[in-house]
């Protein structure tokens, strides 16, 4: 990868010079640096929609808050069955508030 290239067309999509930006691609193709995982994306992105910190969004979905964390920082990945309950709530966020009412 090259990396002032690619750093170039990233600083031209996003209108400015980005600091840094430079050295996370080097790190990232040398394979330094953390890696986010799409399941972690996932976790956080329906608990943000949902609108609930980690441990109200921990105990409407009915798991422990250092569950929730671990699969937020990709500790470890949640269960199949989470995953598809956390797609749906992405899709409808709407679904987090009736669980509270199940």
């Known amino acids: 990868m090259d990396v002032d290239k ?3 067309a990233i600083e031209a999509d996003a209108g400015e010079a980005l600091p840094d930006l430079r050295q996370a691609l080097a790190e990232a193709r040398d ?7 799409g399941e972690q994306i996932l976790v956080r992105q329906a608990r943000k929609l949902s609108g609930l910190s980690q441990a109200a969004f921990a105990e409407r979905i009915g798991t422990p808050v250092a569950t929730l964390r671990d699969w937020e920082q990709g500790r470890f990945a949640p269960p199949g069955a989470v995953l598809c309950l956390l ?5 409808h966020p709407e679904l987090s508030q009736e669980l509270s009412e199940v």
């Open 6 to 8: 690619v750093a170039a």
């Open 31 to 37: 394979g330094m640096g953390r890696i986010t995982t």
């Open 87 to 91: 797609r749906l709530i992405v899709k």
